[in-house]
């Protein structure tokens, strides 16, 4: 009779663990409304376990089982709540993956103590410890994942997909896993290499569109950053040649008068000091390439507002298609570097070499 209740906790629980932890891997809300609408599925599906048990038997129920829980629960997650055919396959795989702890434990507590009890006893905290776990700590991880495109989702998802049609091929609708045959249980090892292999590739490949992506970012925010810097010293420049065309003909009449005085000396004086003036509204231009020109227009404000003074050398060789963000990159590594070395050469894969000689900080 205990055993017997035992049976039915170990069954009722692995079932609304499946349920619930394929809703909730999705990214389905942990609130009451569904939880009461997975808690309805899942006593539907287990009405339905109990009368094809009853009608044909518990082998022959074990191997329909995906037809009875399963097809329901997919059609439920893709018509109620909305979710893509794929992720949602990949999600009750996953649940039924994740199903497999408590079945290992289980069977090790078998094996230590012999009796049946024990081992429904395990699952069924197993069960239960698993998916508080599993709720509190990677639902949110992999709501994220399953909402990748589909080309994603097919390698992460692989080992779960690969390790569904193994376990029923060779525990469900055959003995094949305990036949004795080694290339049966070494397939997963296989499965798992093979999946790893993917997982690597596919990880890679984000990682270089990240870091490209930051990188173009970074290249659009010095370039807003250099055009707010050109047009504040536009604005300045304009106030200057206001102010110097107003002033102009004092400047005339002064040198004149310093001439008729004799004071040729002053004169020139004061002719360094209006040509210094003018040389001051003249926005500098290091090169004919927009991005290292933005990006050392950066740092020449930077330095001007400190009041160090640097000169610039710039020497950009094309031999290939020009890369502007390698370009960028290359000028700010050489501003950076202005005050401790002097010539600071740089090559990108793509065949172009840069060049930025800096003198020093005085």
Avoid at 41 to 49: D, E, F, K, P, Q
Avoid at 247 to 257: K, Q
Wanted: glycine letters at 4%; one cysteine or more; proline letters at 2%.
């Amino acid at each position: 009779m205990v055993l017997q209740i035992l049976t039915y906790t170990h069954h009722t629980t692995t079932m609304l663990f499946g349920i619930f932890l394929s809703a909730f891997f999705l990214g389905v809300k942990q609130d009451k409304k569904n939880i009461l609408q997975l808690l309805s599925l899942a006593v539907v599906s287990g009405i339905l376990y109990v009368l094809c048990v009853l009608l044909f038997g518990t082998e022959t129920v074990d191997q329909i089982y995906p037809l009875i829980v399963h097809a329901p629960l997919l059609f439920v997650l893709v018509l109620h709540y909305k979710f893509r055919i794929l992720p949602s396959l990949i999600s009750i795989f996953t649940a039924y993956l994740c199903c497999q702890c408590s079945n290992w434990m289980g069977l090790f507590a078998l094996a230590l103590t012999g009796q049946e009890w024990c081992y429904y006893v395990c699952r069924i905290l197993v069960t239960v410890g698993a998916f508080i776990l599993l709720c509190r700590y990677v639902c949110q991880t992999t709501a994220m994942l399953f909402a990748k495109t589909d080309r994603e989702l097919l390698i992460i998802g692989s080992l779960p997909i690969i390790y569904y049609i193994f376990d029923y091929a060779t525990t469900k609708f055959s003995s094949l896993l305990y036949s004795g045959n080694k290339a049966v249980p070494e397939f997963l090892g296989f499965a798992m290499c093979l999946t790893y292999l993917l997982f690597l590739l596919v990880y890679f490949r984000e990682y270089e569109l990240k870091n490209k992506a930051e990188q173009y970012n970074e290249m659009i925010r010095m370039q807003l950053s250099s055009l707010h810097t050109e047009m504040e010293s536009t604005r300045k420049s304009e106030q200057r040649m206001s102010i110097l065309r107003h002033d102009t003909r004092h400047h005339l009449s002064a040198i004149r008068t310093l001439i008729q005085q004799g004071e040729s000396d002053k004169a020139l004086e004061y002719l360094n000091e209006v040509s210094q003036t003018y040389d001051d509204t003249v926005i500098k231009t290091y090169c004919k390439n927009e991005m290292v020109n933005s990006v050392l227009s950066i740092y020449n404000s930077r330095f001007e507002e400190r009041r160090i003074h640097w000169e610039v050398q710039v020497s950009i060789k094309r031999t290939g298609k020009c890369h502007a963000c390698r370009t960028g990159t290359a000028a700010g590594k050489a501003a950076d570097t202005a005050g401790s070395v002097r010539k600071v050469r740089t090559s990108s894969s793509d065949g172009e070499k840069y060049c930025a000689e800096c003198p020093g900080i005085y």
